[in-house]
């Protein structure tokens, strides 16, 4: 009976998609223009803190893009939901789409799939301050329950219905994941499914939300293409995979993402929230005029600092680190501060010492992989980052990305490796937490608070968004 469901609900969507298009969309090779079919969402496509498109559907795409060939350009087709994005490969707008699709029986009776990217779980996420966590899904009945139209979550739903016909939810449309979450934090909505990778990402923002259990299976993520669509286009596509998963580039990209979401917990998170608001904005006008003398961004530079010290001026660490940025005397020294204690002073200071990490790291390195390096340069020193990259190197993983770095930095403090390097011992999988913690925390700031304009017009933060 459930099969006779889908492939009803097949029918039904095929049908409804039959149109012929308008207009035959040319081929990549002949008008040199790469369709893309996408959705706005902060697992696939946005626009960032600094009016940068973004998102690692978008960069995979452009990426693919420079394989196809130098005169290839990109046209992203944004739809306004989920539900729309395969319909209008179907009806020949775009050559794929590329919008964090899971695999699903019935979607593979619509399209073709190219290789899995990333694998994810969903997850039933409720608020830990209205409902009792859910342990299975008959604990959802009677309670209000949406999902996004179109979305896995939806079908599985479906499937469901017969072995639990109590339990009611909504399909809405044009709302994403992130939105429903959002929700369900504000106790408009009782609870929702979304995948593990946004859920982690979402409970940055709203420590309230938790999640009850797995819904189902892991899920695997792919581009869609249309069965009758170009055939060299998918093989490139597959070829295009099987590099940058040989290369590492996938894996960079995953890091650059969601590599940082997992490192607070919900107390982390609600604390530095509450200090945003209550103690921030004392610091607010040192932070931005640290931002002109740097050109740092700010919010990475309180990220840093809340890091350090959680913003107490008064800080002082056994080892006599001191100050709302925790400088060294010797930093200090260097910096021309006289007083670590006073903020006006420190907190440039600390900009201009990050900046000097950077400028430390090779040209080379793109953002945002060259600031996480010099923040972990500014925790644990510029020779013991490099003795990290030269660890890298030797293991066989890539010196200049971060995250192959992460994973030899913790090994300065294993004599198997250390007694091989130049600069010896060091607590590495300090600097490591550090980094990722500051990510977490500077991707907070980069949703509540706004991105400060320069008084000097040609000085522009650098961000590694």
Not at 389 to 404: E, F, G, I, T, Y
Not at 429 to 445: K, N, P, W
């Amino acid at each position: 009976m459930i099969r006779a469901l889908a492939l009803l609900f097949i029918a039904v969507f095929v049908a409804s998609c039959s149109k012929p298009p308008a207009k035959t969309l040319p081929s990549v090779k002949q008008g040199h223009e790469l369709v893309v079919v996408t959705y706005n969402n902060p697992g696939t496509y946005f626009v960032n803190g600094n009016n940068e498109y973004a998102g690692l559907e978008y960069d995979l795409v452009k990426l693919f893009a420079e394989q196809l060939g130098p005169n290839v350009k990109v046209k992203f087709l944004v739809v306004d939901g989920v539900d729309e994005v395969i319909p209008a490969l179907l009806k020949g707008k775009a050559h794929f789409a590329a919008a964090g699709l899971g695999v699903s029986h019935t979607r593979s009776h619509l399209v073709r799939f190219g290789p899995v990217y990333q694998h994810v779980q969903p997850q039933v996420v409720v608020n830990r301050e209205k409902t009792e966590s859910p342990k299975k899904l008959s604990d959802l009945v009677g309670k209000t329950l949406e999902v996004s139209t179109g979305s896995s979550a939806a079908e599985r739903l479906s499937e469901l219905l017969l072995q639990l016909p109590g339990l009611h939810w909504d399909e809405i449309r044009h709302a994403g994941a992130d939105e429903l979450m959002e929700k369900v934090a504000d106790g408009e909505l009782d609870a929702t499914i979304a995948n593990s990778h946004l859920v982690a990402m979402v409970q940055n923002y709203y420590p309230n939300l938790t999640v009850g259990f797995d819904f189902g299976l892991p899920e695997d993520l792919a581009w869609a293409f249309p069965k009758n669509g170009e055939e060299w286009l998918y093989q490139d596509a597959q070829a295009f995979f099987a590099k940058i998963q040989k290369d590492g580039t996938l894996r960079n990209l995953l890091d650059r993402y969601y590599g940082h979401t997992e490192r607070l917990n919900a107390m982390d998170v609600t604390n530095f929230l509450v200090r945003a608001r209550t103690v921030l904005p004392d610091f607010l006008t040192t932070f931005k005029l640290a931002q002109e003398i740097s050109s740092l961004d700010w919010r990475l530079l309180a990220a840093l600092s809340y890091q350090e010290s959680h913003w107490d001026t008064y800080s002082t660490s056994p080892t006599n680190v001191r100050g709302i940025m925790m400088l060294t005397e010797d930093t200090a020294d260097k910096m021309g501060v006289s007083n670590r204690l006073d903020p006006k002073q420190s907190i440039p200071a600390g900009a201009r010492y990050l900046q000097l990490m950077r400028d430390n790291i090779p040209e080379r390195i793109p953002e945002p992989d060259r600031t996480w390096l010099a923040l972990a340069a500014y925790n644990v020193g510029i020779a013991h980052l490099e003795d990290a990259r030269v660890l890298a190197q030797k293991l066989k993983l890539n010196p200049d990305s971060w995250a192959d770095v992460k994973k030899t930095l913790p090994m300065l403090n294993k004599a198997e490796h250390y007694s091989s390097l130049k600069y010896g011992f060091a607590r590495g999988g300090a600097a490591v937490i550090f980094v990722e913690s500051i990510r977490t925390y500077y991707q907070i700031l980069e949703k509540y608070e706004q991105k400060h304009l320069p008084v000097f017009p040609h000085l522009n933060a650098v961000s590694p968004a």
